[in-house]
Each structure stands twice: as structure tokens, then as C-alpha cells.
């Protein structure tokens, strides 16, 4: 196997292996490199649906997502898809799934099945390089705080989803969810630092109203996003994408109106986190 990075802090490529028939030592440097730079690619993939879910149980164990549609014939794929009439994407800003989870998922398998001519590139940034960059003022100020999150604004009946042209296509606007999180984490198997929490579900933290929190989570989002911090994705058929949501945010490019996108996505079974 090889592996090249994809940007400075942010995403690895690896050749040489096939995800579908990978042996158990090449499955533990995959974690490995995963864990590390927050997002795997793999390119040129032969990976049917039986393949994602036999990969996803072999990895720990599949967290069905609550929100999106799953696919007719495999119930733990869910499916990330955007029609050619229809305007708003899913996951178009900056964020890491199921952070309103008391054990959020760990991680996702992204495969493409359909990709519009252009566009539809997925970027991801490295939470742990966004962490070790904060002045250490800033780290002094957020390391013994907590957060709040919740996805019930995101998908309720009156959500953001709601309001545009992709809430009819999703589930689950009765759910209540929300769980507090440390700002910032360990990483369960690296151990680094992490900054965790994002501006898509990350409410408030804990002790301070929405409106006080505004200002310090706005800032710490500004301060994670940095060029060199993220990396970008363009798929082809054959590519399969691995990230942690604990090591790195994503956000799906929604620059390809007029033509359809499907990806199936399982959600890797996550572990408690911790300060
Ligand atoms: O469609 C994509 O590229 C990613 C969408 C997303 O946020 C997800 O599947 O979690
Ligand atoms: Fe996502």
C-alpha cells in the first residue's frame, strides 16, 4: 500500500489495495492512516453494496443514520443524494456527522455511485492542526469547557432542511437529540488534541447562552478553516472516501445544479468521547 498526502495537514490517498478484499493487517494501517489525516481516498474501488456493509461491520459496526433515505434493497446504506430539480445539497457547510450523539458515529464510508460532469467535490479540514494552531490563550480558554449539540434544528418539521427543497426527501423531523461533548478531545486511538465542535450542530456551551457562545464558536470555526488545514476531493466512479469525525470536519460542494449526485454513505459505530 501506498500512502501520499493530499494537502499539507489534511487527507491521505492510498493505493494499492482493494477496500472489498483487504487483508486484516492492510484494514489496521487504513484505520491507522484515517484516524491520522481525518479522511482516506481510494480510488478505482470494486465495491457493490454487499462489499460497504460487510467493510463497515468487519471495521466495528454500522450506525444507521436517522435522517437520510436508505437504500430500498440494503437498509444500512443510506443515501446521499441530490436530484437534478432539486437546489440545496445535503451536508453543504462545514460540519462532522452525528456530533449530537452521546457516542457519535466514528466515522463514515462514502462511496460515489452517480456524479454529475463537474462539480460535487467534497473538502474535509483537520481538526487536530486546527487545534495545535490556536494561540495558546485561546487553548487555555477552551480546554476544560464543554458543548452542546443537537441536529433538531437541522431536521425538524420546520428545520433548516424544511425550509428548502431537500426536506421532503429526509426523515426523522421527530427526533429529539443532544449531547454535551468537551471542546476539545483526546482522540481515542492517536491520542491528539481535537478541536470538537462545529458550527452545524454545536449549540452553546455548557453555562453560557446561545448568544454568549456565538462569538467564541464563530471565532474558533474562522480560526479551523485555514487553506492549508483542508483538503478536496473529486471523485470518479470507483472512489470510496473514509473519514473520523472526530479528526475532521466536511462539507459537500454544491456547485453542480441541473444534474443528479448519489453516494451511499454507512456510518461507522463511534466510542465515548473524552477531554
Ligand atoms: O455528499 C457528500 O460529499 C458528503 C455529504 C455528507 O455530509 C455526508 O455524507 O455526511
Ligand atoms: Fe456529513
Not at 254 to 257: F, G, L, R, V
Given at each position: 500500500m501506498e500512502f501520499t498526502r493530499m494537502a499539507p495537514e489534511c487527507g491521505v490517498e492510498v493505493s494499492g489495495v482493494s477496500l472489498a478484499n483487504c487483508s486484516d493487517s492492510e484494514m489496521e494501517s487504513i484505520k491507522q492512516a484515517i484516524y491520522e489525516h481525518g479522511v482516506a481516498v481510494f480510488r478505482e474501488q470494486e465495491f457493490s453494496p454487499e462489499d460497504h456493509i460487510k467493510f463497515g461491520r468487519r471495521w466495528g459496526g454500522i450506525d444507521v443514520n436517522n435522517y437520510f433515505p436508505l437504500q430500498d434493497d440494503f437498509n444500512e446504506i443510506a443515501v446521499v443524494k441530490k436530484d437534478p430539480d432539486q437546489q440545496t445539497n445535503i451536508g453543504g457547510a462545514w460540519h462532522t456527522d452525528h456530533?449530537?450523539?452521546?457516542?457519535?458515529?466514528?466515522g463514515s464510508v462514502l462511496v460515489a455511485r452517480h456524479l454529475p460532469p463537474q462539480g460535487g467535490d467534497t473538502m474535509w479540514a483537520h481538526m487536530g492542526a486546527a487545534y495545535d494552531a490556536l494561540p495558546d490563550d485561546m487553548k487555555a480558554r477552551i480546554d476544560e469547557l464543554e458543548a452542546f449539540h443537537t441536529a433538531d434544528h437541522v431536521y425538524?418539521?420546520?428545520?433548516l432542511y424544511a425550509?428548502?427543497?431537500?426536506?421532503?426527501?429526509?426523515?426523522?423531523?421527530n427526533l429529539k437529540t443532544g449531547a454535551v461533548h468537551p471542546v476539545v478531545i483526546r482522540h481515542?486511538?492517536?491520542g491528539r488534541k481535537l478541536l470538537y465542535v462545529n458550527t452545524a450542530f454545536t449549540i452553546n456551551f455548557v453555562g453560557q447562552t446561545r448568544e454568549e457562545s456565538l462569538p467564541l464558536l464563530t471565532e474558533l470555526t474562522n480560526a479551523a478553516l485555514t487553506e492549508t488545514n483542508q483538503c478536496r476531493l473529486q471523485w470518479k466512479p470507483g472512489t470510496v472516501a473514509i473519514w473520523d469525525n472526530r479528526t475532521s470536519w466536511h462539507n459537500a460542494m454544491?456547485?453542480?445544479?441541473g444534474h443528479y449526485r448519489e453516494m451511499h454513505r454507512i456510518t461507522l459505530s463511534g466510542e465515548a468521547l473524552a477531554a
Open positions: 456530533s449530537y450523539d452521546q457516542i457519535p458515529a466514528m425538524k418539521e420546520d428545520g425550509q428548502t427543497d431537500m426536506g421532503k426527501s429526509l426523515r426523522g423531523q481515542p486511538h492517536t454544491n456547485d453542480y445544479q
